[in-house]
């Protein structure tokens, strides 16, 4: 099942799920979500159905030919490159970062799909809409998909298939099965605050990266308390200069290919997160698309 969402928006359900999407987003109205259980939409406008349709057609037949090709087994890279440069990197205990795991096309491929799927009629933040105004209603900028994704012959399938092919390398538990996952759009000047994901998704949390490059921050988490509330929500902090006294941090760059995963201590100790803005510049400099993987207990 896949939903899309606007800024703010709520998305209704029932049971489990719309438990789940109270606890994200709050009580609010749900006309801007749009549902389709048969895999989910970009946007409810109906003028352009035909249209966006071929082109989100078009999109995943060119995906699906290239994955076809691939075996997930394939593209996890060994330790080092072979120029001698480190293609795996573990900058925090539990977080294990892998370079260019998807390769330019691939990537590129993904792009254009999840774009296409879930962000057909989004325009640049700050620009005007397809039709030249401002777009009226709720800005979409993230999807949802709920249930097991076992069927390495679908998009997000393949990813789940991917992370779990080498899940000791990946931090992963044995048998780890995704069954959610989040897209999420970033264009430049936008991010999210220091957070660490819901405690009701499982340990292992999987995240890929495509379109453009952008900074993630991880902090470290002190008591209880600090961890309890950054599992609540995304708390935004002003910029913070190196220097003594600073919260432990660390950057974490993050490529088109890119692919993440967080466990232990990465998972539940340590906030992740992905400024607006650095150093008074735009984190992300152009559209950017994360897929993140997760598990409901």
Known sequence: MDTVRGNGDDAGGSGQ?????????????????VYDEHG??????DDEEDEDGDSEQTALESLMAEIGRTQPDELM????????????ERPVPGLAVYRSMLGPRLSRLFFAWLSAKYFRTT???????????VPDGPRINQGMHFGA?????????FLAALAAARGGHLHLHGGQVFDQAIINL???????????DLLRFG???????????ATMRMRELHGAEDIARASRYAHEEEEEEEGEGCLSHVAVGLDAGDVYAMAGDARYRWTHGFPATIGGRSNVQSRRISVTLRRLL
């Open 77 to 88: 890279p060994d330790e080092l490159a072979p120029g001698g440069g480190a293609m795996i």
């Open 149 to 157: 994704l076992a069927d390495r012959r679908t998009p997000l399938g």
């Open 186 to 196: 970033y264009d430049p000047g936008e991010g999210i605050g220091d957070h660490i």
């Open 17 to 33: 799920r719309g438990e789940l999407f109270h606890e994200l987003f709050g009580d609010t109205s749900e006309d801007s979500s």
């Open 40 to 45: 989910g939409m970009g946007s409810d406008g």
């Open 123 to 133: 325009p640049v933040a700050g620009t005007q809409g397809s039709g030249g105004g």
């Open 203 to 213: 340990d292992g949390v999987v995240g890929f990266s495509f379109g453009g490059s």
